[in-house]
Each structure stands twice: as structure tokens, then as C-alpha cells.
């Protein structure tokens, strides 16, 4: 996220923004197999409804997106299941409202009693897809032929997140047996899928910066030739209590073990030549090289676990610009140094 967006409860005076947005979406037949525009007053009873959340992001002049949940059926069996949407004014987008809105209504959901949103998503609608992959939607499903827009047949792609599943975030005081549990699980890692390994197996993320307090998970970094080749990998992981998760997938196959709701091990199949992986190993070097800037770290973590410790999107989301920033700062030092180095005679 490149900027902190605002998510408040929408309110009876946001309908007009609320329809525009919505509009706008529906022009441009992207989203929605609906083609006839709404009017302000069409979405005041659902502002209303108590039972069902509805939000906004808020940029201090006005809604720039919304999110709301509605009812998957009438039956009382699926009544903890609501059906999710996200629109994003045009304007707007690109700047991570979509998430903030998506992870707000998230923890809103809980609040109002429900365990699994869905969202069904035009297939060509990658900007959508991805944000759902984003925050930690699974896809489940295609409907092929699902409805007419336009007098064209569209399919629709069915996604769900269960919500709360996950344990809650919390930071611990470093532990020396980190580092051993890394090398044992690296030792599996090279049986299961050592051929497909090209630069190393590494042990990244904050439990492999000595006395940093984190998360007591094991980050795991797998340099691979490619994504498309490494998906052979799959069945093997799987074999070894590895559950795939489609994080992030054009920059990587993600892994949690032994199960999402309780995390011991998480693995990432990075390509070699990808900034990706030069990433996650600088940042690892630099906290363990810099105190100063491990310090600051740590103390961001442990205030943005307590700030959400129910969401790990929005707490992952939310230590990007200090990740960035170290590794600017990171990068400069090291040009300097190399300006600095006395020349041969």
C-alpha cells in the first residue's frame, strides 16, 4: 500500500458517491453482469441494514471506493456466508484502496457473525483476480456460460476466504533453536525437491536475524529457474505437509506447513533472476548488519500486531514502505562504500 487509506462504515450521505462508483464499474462491463445504472436512493437500504456490512474508503473529500457483503442465500444452513464486493472509483485506483477495502470488510464480517466470504469474478478481470489473491482468497470454482452480457456468454471465476481461521499474529522474544529447525527443515526440502533448486536453500524473514523478536514462523526462500517449471514441485511439497496458497503468484509459489490456521514453516519458490528474491535476502542481510534499523523493526511489528492481529494482509501491507525504505537505505550504502574503495596504483 502506497499511502494509508481511511475505511469507515458507509454512511446515508455516501449513496451519491457510492452510485457513481458503482456506475462507473458497471460502464465499463467489467464487473458486474448488470447493465442498467442505480440511483443514490437504490443503495440507501442496504447502508442501513444492520446485518450486513458496508464500507468506504475515505479520502477526507468523499467516498473513493466501497465494499459490501450480501446475504449467499436465503437459507438459514448458509447464513454465515456473504457474498463480497469491491468498487473502486477510477481515480482511485492503484493505490491500495481496493485491499484496504477488501481486508476492512474482512474483519467486518467477523464482527457481523460470518465465517466465508465468496466473490465471483469475470474471468478477464485480472486487476480483480489478483486483489483477491492479494487478500488471501482461494479459488474454488469456474461457472462456464454463467450469464449473458452484452449478448456474449461470460464465465465466471468463484473465490472464498474463510475468515476467521487464522491464528492471531503475535511476536516473541527471539529463540536460539530457530536457526536448527531451519537447517533440519532444510535437509527435507533437499530430498523433496532438490533438483529443482538453482542458487540455494535460505533461511529468511526475522527468525534468521540473530535476537530479533518475530513472529515464530520459519521464512523460507527457494531460488528456482521459473515459475512454470517449479510447479512440479507441488506434489512432492505436498507429501511433506505443504499447503499451497496463491500469494502473490506471478512472483511466487507460496507455501504455509502444516496448515494455515497454525503456521510452523513458510516457503517461497522465488526464480533466481527475479527482484524478489534479491529482495528477501537484502532485507534479511541489512536487519542483520544494522541494529539500528532492526530496533525500529522490531518496534513496528510488535505495534502492528497488537493494530491487527487478525489480519495478516493489512499487517503485511503495512511494513512495505519500511521494508522499501531499508532497502533504499541499504543500497545506497553499499554504493557508497564502492565510490569509497581506494583505487590501485
Known amino acids: ?16 458517491a457510492i452510485c457513481s462508483i458503482y456506475n462507473a464499474a458497471l460502464a465499463e462491463r467489467s464487473s458486474t453482469f448488470e447493465t442498467e445504472p442505480r440511483s443514490a436512493a437504490d443503495f440507501l437500504p442496504r447502508i442501513s441494514d444492520p446485518r450486513l456490512p458496508m464500507l468506504v474508503s475515505d479520502s477526507g473529500q468523499g467516498a473513493t471506493g466501497w465494499a459490501g457483503l450480501s446475504p449467499h442465500s436465503d437459507r438459514a444452513c448458509y447464513a454465515g456466508i456473504g457474498e463480497a464486493s469491491v468498487y473502486v472509483a477510477p481515480a482511485a485506483r492503484g493505490h491500495g484502496v481496493g485491499t484496504a477495502l477488501a481486508s476492512g470488510l474482512a474483519r467486518a464480517a467477523v464482527g457481523h457473525g460470518f465465517h466465508k466470504m465468496i466473490g465471483k469474478l469475470f474471468t478477464d478481470n485480472r486487476a480483480s483476480i489478483r486483489l483477491t489473491e492479494r487478500c488471501g482468497f482461494s479459488a474454488v470454482g469456474l461457472h462456464r456460460r454463467h450469464g449473458q ?10 473465490v472464498e476466504r474463510l475468515l476467521g481461521a487464522d491464528e492471531p499474529i503475535r511476536i516473541v522474544t527471539y529463540d536460539p533453536r530457530w ?14 525437491i532438490g533438483s529443482w533448486v538453482v542458487g540455494g536453500i535460505h533461511h529468511v524473514g526475522s527468525t534468521a536475524v540473530p535476537g530479533l523478536d518475530a513472529k515464530p514462523i520459519i521464512d523460507i526462500l ?6 512454470d517449471s517449479a510447479r512440479a514441485c507441488f506434489e512432492p511439497l505436498a507429501k511433506i505437509d505443504y499447503q499451497y496458497a496463491p500469494y502473490l503468484p506471478e512472483e511466487m509459489h507460496w507455501f504455509c506447513k502444516p496448515h494455515p ?11 533466481i533472476s527475479s527482484e524478489r528474491y534479491a529482495d528477501e535476502l537484502a532485507f534479511r ?32 501491507e503495512a511494513k ?17 562504500r564502492l565510490c569509497r574503495k ?4
Open 342 to 345: 581506494p583505487r590501485r596504483k
Open 179 to 192: 536457526p536448527q529447525r531451519f537447517a533440519e527443515e532444510r535437509t527435507l526440502l533437499e530430498d523433496a
Open 320 to 336: 512495505g514502505d519500511f521494508i522499501r525504505g531499508a532497502l533504499e537505505a541499504a543500497r545506497a550504502a553499499a554504493s557508497h
Open 149 to 158: 452480457l452484452d449478448g456474449v456468454w461470460r464465465d465466471v471465476l468463484v
Open 261 to 271: 490456521s497454525r503456521r510452523e514453516f513458510h516457503l517461497h519458490l522465488v526464480p
Open 1 to 16: 500500500m502506497n499511502e494509508t487509506v481511511t475505511v469507515r462504515a458507509a454512511r446515508p450521505g455516501d449513496a451519491e
Open 222 to 227: 527457494v531460488s528456482v529457474e521459473n515459475l
Open 285 to 316: 542481510d541489512c536487519l542483520r548488519e544494522n541494529r539500528e534499523i532492526a530496533e525500529q523493526y522490531t518496534r513496528l511489528k510488535h505495534a502492528l500486531a497488537e493494530r491487527f492481529a487478525l489480519d495478516r494482509e493489512t499487517y503485511t
